[in-house]
Structure formats: C-alpha cells, structure tokens
C-alpha cells in the first residue's frame, strides 16, 4: 500500500487545517464554557461543503474517498472536538447508511438538504437499558394501515435536537429477537418527536447529547430504511465506517494536545531551563508523538480498504480501540506536562483530557472493539 497522500488529499489536509485554525481554535474554548450549539461553526463548515463530504455529487454533495473524509475529521477535531463531532453526527452516520440502504425517494428527500446543511443528522440507537447489548432494545414499532407507529425512548443521541432527520431503530417483532429491528428514518418535526432533555457531560459540551421520547409518532412505511428485521445490520455496518472517523478525531485532539504541550515544556522554565530540557519530559513527548503516528497510519489503512470495498470490520475495531486508548493516554501526559496549569480551564489541554474520555465509550466501547477483535482473530 502507498501511503503517500495524492495531491488533492494534501491541499484538503492544508485548507482545513487552516479552517481550524482560523475559525474553530479560535472559538473552542468559548463553546466548551458556554455549552451552546456552535451554529456559526456549523453554517462554515455547510459554506465549505463539509457537511456533504460523503454525499455523491448526483445529490449536491462532494463524494469524498474515506482517507480524505479521515484526513478532514482529524484536522476539525485539532481545531474544536464539539464541533468536529457534530460534523461526524451527518458524514459518519446519516449518510452512509441512506446511501447503502436508502430508496431513490428516501436519498432525494434528505442527502442534498443534508448536504447543504439545510438540515442535521442523528442516530437513535442506544436505550437507558440497551446500550452495547443493542438487541435489548424496547421502543416499538407497530404496524398500523399506512405505517408505523413508534413508542418508546433513547438515550446519548448527538444532535438528536437539533436534527431534521433522525434514524431510529425499533422492534418490529419482538419474537424474532435480533432479526426483529428495523429502523426508520424520522422527519423530527413529526408530532410525537419529543427532546425530553440534553445531558449535561463532562466534556464535548458544544456537540448536544440529548435523550428522545417517541409518543405515538406515525412513520409512514417509505420511511422505514432497508428491509423489515434488518435494523441491526443497518446500525453495525454504519457503526464500522463510524469507528474510523471516532479514530480520527481521537488523533486530531491528540495532535492539538501534543502541540501545546510542546509549546509550553519550551516555555516553561524551571531549574533554570525549559522543561523541554529534561528527559523526563522528552521521553513523555516521545510517546505521544510515536502513539499518535501508528494511530493515524491505521486510520488511513482502514480508510483504503473501506475505499476499496474491502471488509473493514475487525480493522475499524482495532483502529477505534488503538487511537482512543492512546489519545486518552496522551491528554493525561499533557496536563502532567502543564502541571497545575493543566488542571485550570484557561489552559486548552484541561478541555482536551475531558473531550477524549467520551471517545473510548461512543460508537461501540473499547471493550466491545475488543470483543469484535478476539472473535475476528479467533475465527468465531
């Protein structure tokens, strides 16, 4: 494999990473503090045609290859991981599974408002009582002559109020048990669409978590998303490709706190020179910039063979699992490296080590990518 990037690939990494640097860096912290939805962010990345990186040009969007939309989620992510996630919450997990399973209505109907940013995306999956055993799921959808009517609640859902289209995932059959979902695609100005509540998180507070209840909502049968009883596949094979953009914005946040925490061991003075000076430092440094390496070279070979059409699922799994855990390990060395410093919100790796810890849980824990892994490994 060549892992040169192509010349297109590498004026899109520079135009970002400029983007970032100017317009989201800048705002970050403002965001974090202030908990609000960073529409102003939103609005940029829809001017830049971000938001319809994955979508086909036939529907308004750019079709971008997986190693470029890898490449563009990092770099939002070294610039604001709240908004760098609510970019992922449409690219990662409304596109792709409109584009893989969707109708030729269901894609005219929502990719190009997507596209333009006219509209948001989220994935309703998760259930107070369902969270990685996603077969556990209790909201209903029951048949009535023209559709469906669901019943019931879900939990961590990213921008599921803001959103204009929200998949959800019901049981359509409870005696078939996993063979029993489907999913729906929900038009969230319907009546029975209620946001009971955005969680108040440790970190990420500019991306809205918020929790749904559906009371009586009526989806009519076009709406619902691939064949009845296959909401399942429909939600693990858009968690694979999920997992390479978490990857990315794992090392993209990791990127930013190795960054600071070089510019402050140069600046820092103790015992009469710069903490860089001393092994103890330099050794810490060397980790991070090592782990964050390997990470983002997995992420690049998940992305080609998802380019490729290859099976990516145990590699997505081990590229989640690896970035994650190194990029929670090198938020912890960056506020060691800041000292007291890093432990007050005036200094950006304080918000990098809160940020990170949401990223080894969402999209599937690292306990369940290790899990995928061993039965990969294990043949099972």
Known sequence: MDFALTEEQRLLRQSLREFAEKELRPRAHEVDMTGEFP?????????????????????????????????????????????????????????????????????????????????LGAFALSEPQAGSDAAALRTTAARTGDGWVLNGRKVFCTCGNVSGVTLVFAVTDAAKGAHGISAFLVDTATKGYIM???????????????????EDLHVADEDRLGAEGDGLNVAFSTLDGGRIGVAAMANGIAQAALEESIVYAKSRIQFGHPIADHEAIQWMLADMAVGIEAARLMVWRTAWLKDQGRPHTKEAAMTKLFATSHAAKVAVKAV???????????????????????YEIFEGTNEIQRIVIARSVLGA
Request: hydrophobic letters at 40%; proline letters at 5%; a neutral charge.
């Open 336 to 358: 060691q490296i800041h000292g007291g410093y890093g432990y007050v919100k005036d200094y950006a790796v304080e918000r990098f080590f809160r940020d990170i810890k949401v």
């Open 196 to 214: 009971e509540k955005v969680e108040e998180k440790m970190g990420l507070h500019g991306s809205p978590t918020a929790s749904l209840v559906f």
């Open 39 to 119: 529409w102003e962010n939103v609005r940029k990345m829809a001017a830049l045609g971000l938001l319809g990186m994955n979508v086909p040009p036939a529907y308004g969007g750019s079709g971008a290859d997986a190693v470029s939309y890898a490449l563009a989620t990092e770099e939002l992510s070294r610039g604001c991981a709240s908004t760098a996630t609510i970019f992922s919450a449409v690219n990662s997990l409304t596109v792709p599974p409109l584009l893989k399973f969707g109708t030729e209505t269901q894609k005219e109907r929502w990719l190009p408002r997507l596209a333009r940013g006219e509209t």
